[in-house]
């Protein structure tokens, strides 16, 4: 079992399906871990708080010590987030030729889309309570979402891709 574990290699996905499952659920708990760390640190939040945080995005401020619920519809909506945003990726990939030239800078860039998406379109249109914006919060985010949302979706969904050049040949 544990060298079954070891041997998964989700960059080597041989579908669609297993591509975007591995590349949204990397990118979606790499970014939870960042969100949770750098909610503590900035407010104080612990993890069922940010994601009580996450479903005030739809259910308004009472979802914040809302309980059970609302953790769970934080959790499933940050999910949901994350496998749009692989999906999208995904079925870009081949049809944009620049996602191809550069893995590393374009899926860097891709998370840099996300983050101002989310920050200056998403947000500002949910329930979640409005705030001033705070430099180092901003920075901060937009480097997590860079490194552990846009990259790691970029390199898996080239990774299928490269392997689906490989069969054709």
């Not at 996905?13 to 949204?24: A, L, M, Q, R, V």
């Not at 308004?60 to 809302?66: K, M, R």
């Amino acid at each position: 079992m544990a060298n079954s574990i070891l041997s998964l290699d989700f960059t080597k996905s041989n579908s669609p399906t297993k591509t975007i499952f591995w590349s949204g659920l990397v990118a979606g708990v790499l970014d939870a871990i960042a969100g949770v760390i750098v909610y503590f640190i900035f407010f104080g939040f612990n993890p069922i708080q940010v994601l009580q945080f996450i479903g005030a995005g739809i259910h308004g401020p009472e979802a914040i010590g809302g309980g059970f619920l609302m953790i769970l519809a934080g959790a499933f909506y940050h999910f949901v987030i994350a496998y749009v945003v692989a999906i999208i990726y995904f079925f870009l990939f081949p049809k944009i030729k620049v996602l191809r030239t550069n893995i590393v800078f374009m899926g860097l860039i891709y998370g840099l889309g996300i983050w101002l998406i989310m920050n200056l379109i998403v947000l500002p249109q949910s329930n979640i309570p409005k705030a001033p914006i705070d430099i180092n919060l901003a920075i901060i985010g937009i480097v997590w979402h860079m490194v552990l949302v846009g990259l790691p979706i970029a390199i898996i969904t080239s990774k299928y891709y490269s392997k689906e050049v490989e069969v054709v040949k």
